[in-house]
T-cell receptor, first 111, second 115 residues
């Protein structure tokens, strides 16, 4: 059962454009993370959000955790080719000792 | 410090065989979790170990098993391989304790092909 749905599944944009990736669930999570994975490598953590309504910024990336802690979004401003990769959201619930990963969004930024 | 090391990186097996994958976590990390990644299903949780105890297990058949040693190194085993077991198997280590809200550090994975 896939509890975290990401949209869009694929995204191809030109350098300099803005984009938003969504991560939605009907379940509540105690924390939510975003990872980026490049070919031949494991996912690398970008951010962790734990408070409903929380907004975190990491240079050109803005992450938001929904008020009800069921959804999250990742916004990239002025995308660059180096942003290309597979973006994964992952949710955790206290004392379940696992992360549930989203379906993934494959982003390609063209120069 | 050294990252998470997974061996082997690539392997090819035939149906019915069994395979053992190894994961050495970052020094000091006591939590090791395993995930299966396929194009169709994405990243699926297999199991998590903390100080040699399995704390959670995903929805995989009993052919998938794992263990963790006293030095936190972990192995996973898949017996009676099926074509559908072809995937990238990722190991992640963490300093997580009971709260489980910290960062997962992933290895580069072991890519298994079953023929």
């Amino acid at each position: 059962t896939q509890l975290l749905e990401q949209s869009p599944q694929f995204l191809s944009i030109q350098e300099g454009e803005n984009l938003t990736v969504y991560c939605n669930s009907s379940s509540v999570f105690s924390s939510l993370q975003w990872y980026r994975q490049e070919p031949g490598e494991g996912p690398v953590l970008l951010v962790t959000v734990v408070t409903g309504g929380e907004v975190k910024k990491l240079k050109r990336l803005t992450f938001q955790f929904g008020d009800a802690r069921k959804d999250s979004s990742l916004h990239i401003t002025a995308a660059q080719p180096g942003d290309t990769g597979l973006y994964l959201c992952a949710g955790a619930r206290t004392q379940t000792y696992k992360y549930i990963f989203g379906t993934g969004t494959r982003l390609k930024v063209l120069a | 410090k050294a990252g998470v090391t997974q061996t082997p990186r690539y392997l090819i097996k035939t149906r019915g065989q069994q395979v053992t994958l190894s994961c050495s976590p970052i020094s000091g990390h006591r939590s090791v979790s395993w995930y299966q990644q396929t194009p169709g299903q994405g990243l699926q949780f297999l199991f998590e170990y903390f100080s040699e105890t399995q704390r959670n297990k995903g929805n995989f058949p009993g052919r998938f098993s794992g263990r963790q040693f006293s030095n936190s190194r972990s192995e996973m085993n898949v017996s009676t391989l099926e074509l559908g077991d072809s995937a990238l198997y990722l190991c992640a280590s963490s300093s997580l304790g009971l709260a489980y809200t910290g960062e997962l550090f992933f290895g580069e994975g072991s890519r298994l092909t079953v023929l």
